[in-house]
């Protein structure tokens, strides 16, 4: 496996739905197109009654409209704890990627780091 660009939001903390960072592949990948996308969700601290969230991956042609990666989204995590997301086939054209949490529950808080690996 070759690493061709990654992003990652480190403690990041949310306590209600939220898009994350975008990456342009092509600040990153020098003309490569990357054929597997992994991610890796680790909650360091939740909060709140029945907390959960919810991650997903969302590709974009244009940074406008975005569509959601197939096999792109985590289960639900409500604790403290790690997530992965291994070998997603990417959107072969598409240029931007981002994260999108879901979160729901009574005044939920979640602190976490969000790390996402493009490869061939």
Known sequence: MKLLGQFQDIAKVLTATANGSTLKLEDQMA???PTKVHAF???????GTTPSLTMKLQYSYDNSTWTDVPSGAMSAITAV???ELNAVATIGAARFY???????GT??????DMNVVFSD
Do not use: C, E, M
């Not at 981002?98 to 729901?104: D, E």
């Not at 005044?107 to 976490?112: K, Q, V």
């Open 31 to 33: 003309g490569q197109v």
């Open 41 to 47: 969700l680790k909650v360091t601290a939740v909060s």
């Open 81 to 83: 704890g790690i997530k």
């Open 98 to 104: 981002r994260w999108v949490a879901t979160i729901s």
């Open 107 to 112: 005044t939920p808080s979640f602190t976490f």
